[in-house]
């Protein structure tokens, strides 16, 4: 099955600064990455998303890069705000198998 | 108001005792998913079902069972047998199979006392 690795697993910047969380995944027939936000105490929400057939997708603040290659992801965000204060996860599904594999998560923290 | 309803939010349960989480969607999506949140180990996939009375095993399944007998509704159950059942418990769904964003319920905490 698929297995998604996710670095760091605590990142701290100040606030402006960009972060970057990478995620690196097994199964070379996963074809769907997306990137989760969870607030504490609350549900996962998707922030962005990539298929295989892109090599770079941006939402504002928010990117994420995909090398097929390398099967390897990641998720850039610039302008760093308190409010993206949050555990990020990574995900990958794909081929052939239903359900997503998460990463461990990443836990952001912006300081002022 | 479409979305998912999971119940109760707080469960207590003695050992050995079996306990069934409730999960309703009215997004009318086909799919649906229960997945495990323990601290520092991301969320790892219990059971999952693409259509009625249909459902598939997970990473995790061991010591829980499931059942789909309607769209709507997706229940779990945590017997007796799960070893280690505290943890906090997210029911999702999707359209369809495959690929997509998976919509996530409020979750639900079970500790075993």
């Known amino acids: 099955g698929e297995n998604v690795e996710q670095h760091p697993s605590t990142l701290s910047v100040q606030e402006g600064d960009s972060a970057v969380i990478k995620c690196t995944y097994s199964?070379?027939?996963?074809?769907?990455f997306p990137w989760y936000k969870q607030e504490l105490g609350k549900r996962p929400q998707l922030i962005i998303d990539?298929?295989?057939?892109?090599g770079e997708k941006k939402d504002q603040r928010i990117a994420v890069t995909l090398n097929k290659t390398a099967k390897h992801f990641s998720l850039h965000i610039t302008e760093t705000q308190p409010e993206d204060s949050a555990v990020y996860f990574c995900?990958?599904?794909?081929?052939?198998?239903?359900?997503?594999?998460f990463g461990k998560g990443t836990h952001l923290i912006i300081q002022p | 108001d479409g979305g998912i309803t999971q119940s109760p939010k707080y469960l207590f349960r003695k050992e050995g005792q079996n306990v069934t989480l409730s999960c309703e969607q009215n997004?009318?999506?086909?799919?649906m998913y229960w997945y495990r949140q323990d601290p520092g180990q991301g969320l790892r996939l219990i059971y999952y079902?693409?259509?009625?009375?249909?459902?598939q095993k997970g990473d995790i399944a061991e010591g829980y069972s499931v059942s789909r007998e309607k769209k709507e509704s997706f229940p779990l159950t945590v017997t007796s047998a799960q070893k280690n059942p505290t943890a906090f418990y997210l029911c999702?769904?999707?359209?369809?199979?495959?690929?997509?964003?998976?919509?996530f319920g409020e979750g639900s905490r079970l500790t075993v006392l």
């Open positions: 999702a769904s999707r359209k369809g199979q495959g690929t997509g964003e998976l919509f």
């Open positions: 199964d070379s027939a996963s074809n769907y």
């Open positions: 990539i298929r295989s057939n892109v």
């Open positions: 995900a990958a599904t794909g081929g052939g198998a239903d359900g997503l594999t």
């Open positions: 997004l009318n999506h086909d799919a």
């Open positions: 079902s693409q259509i009625v009375n249909d459902f």
